[in-house]
């Protein structure tokens, strides 16, 4: 007999995470979901989901109050061996995104939480499918075309979040000949392509507010730096079908534009200082930026610009990747789903529109 499907997802309460509950509801009709989700002290794990899972989905939907640095991701007994027993497909999400943690604290989520997870699901008798979302940035600071098959190049990395990644992708790497694996790796996920609406205004989103602001201006980086961006819709589309494929089993795949779908940072730059009426950025070499004018301009500048520079280093290098990501397993695997990455640049003004109708998040808007 055909086992109901009961999908564990972690880290549904995040930006990616939400919206790939609401995309497995809608195109799974017949499976349940259990999320595994941190209480916090001001609102419990129940109510937090309560607040982006539609009501007309509630009852199929469970939640368990958890935490995957905790032993038995803080689960009792009885829930961990219940839910092992059930569980058809595990989607792990959860993870650090900050560029600032120290590596123990990255690792205890990233690595120390999936090996929780990948350990939980070999209790799993009946799972079919282990999603682990990875990025594609644990290419880390490689330049040319990287492949889906490839993983530790001896490539270095820019902050503790590329480097704990990788280390997770390797351990569900590892697991390969005893769990049912798929890999996808994500590069920067922003707003809704057709809604521009996003609920995280991190990554890329940061240094295009004070560009709009125009509280900086001068870019580390190179106009032709390619920015690999894809909406948060096709990223949970894709996702919620690779888990449920089994042409999939054992693949990792780019979630990204690639070349046909990227753009430059010139390109996008270029949008967007028409868009919000700001003068052109300057392009500043980045070595000659952070060896010698950043320590300067730290000696002169105060308050807010000063914070930007501080906050700023977070996004070094950024802007003057020399990277491309390889979509041919995605293209192969997504083209039977009806599935392609929207070229950035299409979409790009709608994004820009959200920014300035939500006043960067501060407001709710129609579109939410
Ligand atoms: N955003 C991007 O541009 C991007 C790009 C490529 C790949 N990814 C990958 O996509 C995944 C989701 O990212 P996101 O952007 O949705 O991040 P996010 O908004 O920061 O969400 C992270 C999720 O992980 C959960 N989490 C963190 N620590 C946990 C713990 N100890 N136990 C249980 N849950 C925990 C968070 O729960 P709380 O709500 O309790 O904090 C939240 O639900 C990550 O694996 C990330 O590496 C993201």
């Keep these: 007999m055909h086992r109901a499907e009961l999908i564990l997802v972690t880290g549904s309460t995040g930006f990616l995470g939400a919206r790939l509950v609401t995309e497995l509801l809608e195109l799974h009709p017949e499976a349940s979901l259990a999320l595994l989700v941190r209480g916090r002290p001001e609102q419990s794990a129940l109510d937090r989901v309560a607040a982006f899972v539609p009501a007309r989905h509630r009852p199929r939907v469970q939640v368990f109050s958890g935490d995957v640095t905790l032993p038995d991701c803080g689960l009792s007994q009885e829930d961990y061996r219940r839910l092992a027993a059930s569980v058809t497909r595990v989607i792990h999400s959860a993870?650090?995104?900050?560029?600032d943690h120290t590596l123990e604290e990255a690792s205890q989520i990233n690595v120390e939480g999936t090996?929780?997870?990948?350990?939980?699901?070999?209790?799993?008798?009946?799972?079919?499918?282990?999603?682990?979302?990875?990025?594609?940035?644990v290419a880390g600071d490689r330049t040319g075309l990287v492949r889906e098959d490839e993983l530790d190049v001896g490539q270095g990395f820019r902050n503790t979040y590329e480097q704990t990644k990788c280390q997770a992708e390797a351990l569900v790497r590892s697991r390969q000949s005893s769990l049912p694996i798929v890999i996808v790796r994500p590069s920067i996920i922003?707003?809704?392509?057709?809604?521009?609406?996003?609920?995280?205004?991190?990554?890329?989103?940061?240094?295009?507010?004070?560009?709009?602001?125009?509280?900086?201006?001068?870019?580390?980086?190179?106009?032709?730096?390619?920015?690999?961006?894809?909406?948060?819709?096709?990223?949970a589309a894709?996702?919620?079908?690779?888990?449920?494929?089994?042409?999939?089993?054992?693949?990792?795949?780019?979630?990204?534009?690639?070349?046909?779908?990227?753009?430059?940072?010139?390109?996008?730059?270029?949008?967007?200082?028409?868009?919000?009426?700001?003068?052109?950025?300057?392009?500043?070499?980045?070595?000659?930026?952070?060896?010698?004018?950043?320590?300067?301009?730290?000696?002169?500048?105060?308050?807010?610009?000063?914070?930007?520079?501080?906050?700023?280093?977070?996004?070094?290098?950024?802007?003057?990747?020399?990277?491309?990501?390889?979509?041919?397993?995605?293209?192969?695997?997504?083209?039977?789903?009806?599935?392609?990455?929207?070229?950035?640049?299409?979409?790009?003004?709608?994004?820009?529109?959200?920014?300035?109708?939500?006043?960067?998040?501060?407001?709710?808007?129609?579109?939410?």
Excluded at 115 to 133: E, N
Excluded at 191 to 216: N, Q
Aim: hydrophobic share 45%; with cysteine.
């Design 95 to 99: 993870a650090t995104v900050r560029f």
């Design 115 to 137: 090996r929780r997870i990948l350990d939980f699901a070999a209790h799993a008798p009946d799972l079919q499918s282990f999603t682990y979302i990875g990025t594609a940035y």
């Design 190 to 235: 922003v707003g809704d392509s057709r809604t521009g609406v996003t609920t995280s205004f991190k990554m890329m989103y940061w240094p295009l507010k004070i560009y709009a602001r125009r509280l900086w201006r001068t870019v580390p980086g190179s106009p032709g730096a390619i920015l690999d961006i894809v909406p948060v819709d096709y990223v």
């Design 238 to 368: 894709a996702t919620a079908r690779l888990a449920f494929d089994p042409a999939a089993l054992g693949a990792a795949v780019h979630l990204c534009a690639g070349s046909r779908s990227s753009a430059t940072l010139h390109q996008i730059a270029t949008r967007a200082s028409e868009y919000f009426r700001v003068p052109a950025p300057r392009y500043v070499n980045p070595a000659l930026f952070f060896g010698a004018l950043r320590p300067l301009l730290l000696l002169t500048l105060w308050g807010r610009r000063r914070r930007i520079l501080h906050d700023g280093r977070a996004y070094r290098s950024y802007f003057s990747m020399r990277m491309q990501f390889d979509v041919s397993i995605a293209e192969r695997l997504l083209a039977p789903h009806g599935l392609q990455p929207p070229p950035v640049m299409d979409y790009l003004d709608r994004l820009l529109r959200y920014c300035t109708d939500s006043d960067w998040g501060r407001k709710q808007t129609a579109a939410l």
